[in-house]
């Protein structure tokens, strides 16, 4: 056992934020935490790569809050690619921040414009945006950004899959030279140093986790299933398990009809898309946290913005277009040390996405053998498949079929 393990005194945080900590009950440091708020302290650009789950938005936040405290006329700008993370990041702000006297505003889209713009004339020293919207606000003159001295961009690999790259180049060029630039990302594709290298001056890199790797707490398990058995194969799986259960499916379509399906099969189940509405997406949530919904199903725009301890179980109905989306979406379970399991599903002709999940995390999936399956539907009902939208089963089921446009 280490007779001197990790803790936040030490790293150069001021008294005031440590006796903040010290009431939450926070006493040691992730290791990213670790690692960076010393660094960011003192005013270095930073490259923070770790696994989701981490702890990186206090490794950025509490240098940031500190930088306020200290220069009252500073303000900073946090960017990320969901609503759901900028709550969630606002909300960790909030917890450490208010007591000091700090102030944010959080600009989002979905929400009334009205409501921001009276956050925006409380003067507050963070921003916290998606880049839509924020460029909505810059468009308005709303805000300005020259007393910007802390811009973090917070899940810049997500941001750029998410087709962010354009609006990045409009708010980047028009914060000020003299700043502190604080890159996290769960990963660190190529073009993400190429970000850090036009944005950032000379970045300290701080990577906890080599990029691609999986939650260490996660045990991972991998189904060949066929589509049509996979529906059936998840009803089993959620009688064996009684805890939290988050799947991921790859469309809006195929989440909102199993969500269907599973309540009418007595599951307290809610869906969580892009189709929802804010309030909706929400109540989802917090539902989700609070126990009156015990199984959410998502695509990936939760895989980054779900923060909820204790999930037990993730369950990847859908294997992800992408091999990245793999590792956050498993990172959803097993998040600051506690154990978590995940499962995957995937059809016989999926061998070479698997291939490619396992060769970005250097690791080979379990493949476990199907179990006995409860009885197919009668012959006369259809097997829901919940992966494809209505028009393509059906053009998978009638090739000839066509479905040209009418002149």
Known sequence: MNPNP???????????????????????????????IPQAIEGKDIMGI?????????????????????????????????????????ESFH?????????????????????QLRALARMPQVVIATPGRLIDH??????????????????????LDMGFAPQLAKILPLLPQERQTLLFSATM???????????????????????????????????????PEKVRLLEKILQEYRGSVLIFLRTKF???????????????????????????????????????????????IAARGIDVNNIELVINYDLPTVPEDYIHRIGRTGRAGSAGHAISFARPDQRRDVRDI???MRATLQVSRLPLLPPPPASHIRTPNFSLPRRNRFRHQNPKRSFRRRR
Do not use: C, W
Not at 8 to 13: A, D, K, V
Not at 151 to 158: F, I, M, S
């Open 50 to 90: 770790a696994q989701t789950g981490t702890g990186k938005t206090f490794a950025f936040g509490i240098p940031t809050i500190q930088h306020l405290l200290k220069n009252p006329r500073h303000r900073a700008l946090v960017l990320l690619p969901t609503r759901e993370l900028a709550e969630q990041v606002n």
């Open 189 to 227: 594709p190529e073009n993400i140093i190429a970000m850090a290298r036009a944005y950032l001056k000379l970045p300290l890199r701080v990577e906890i986790a080599r990029s691609g790797t999986a939650a260490k707490d996660v045990t991972q398990e991998l189904f060949f299933v066929p589509q």
């Open 138 to 159: 810059l468009a308005q003159k709303n805000l300005t950004l020259k007393e910007i001295r802390i811009a973090v961009l917070d899940e810049a690999d997500r941001m």
């Open 95 to 115: 917890t450490i921040g208010a007591p000091l006297g700090i102030k944010t505003a959080i600009l989002i889209g979905g929400e009334p414009m009205g409501k």
């Open 358 to 360: 396992e060769r970005l």
């Open 254 to 300: 195929a989440a909102k009809k199993l969500a269907a399906h599973l309540r009418a099969l007595g599951h307290t189940a809610a869906e969580l898309h892009s189709n929802r509405s804010l309030n909706q997406r929400r109540e989802a949530l917090d539902g989700f946290k609070k126990g009156r919904y015990r199984i959410v199903v998502a695509t990936d």
């Open 6 to 36: 990790p803790s936040f005194y030490g790293l150069g945080i001021a008294p005031s934020i440590l006796a903040i900590l010290d009431a939450l009950a926070l006493v040691t440091p992730t290791p990213i935490q670790e690692q960076a």
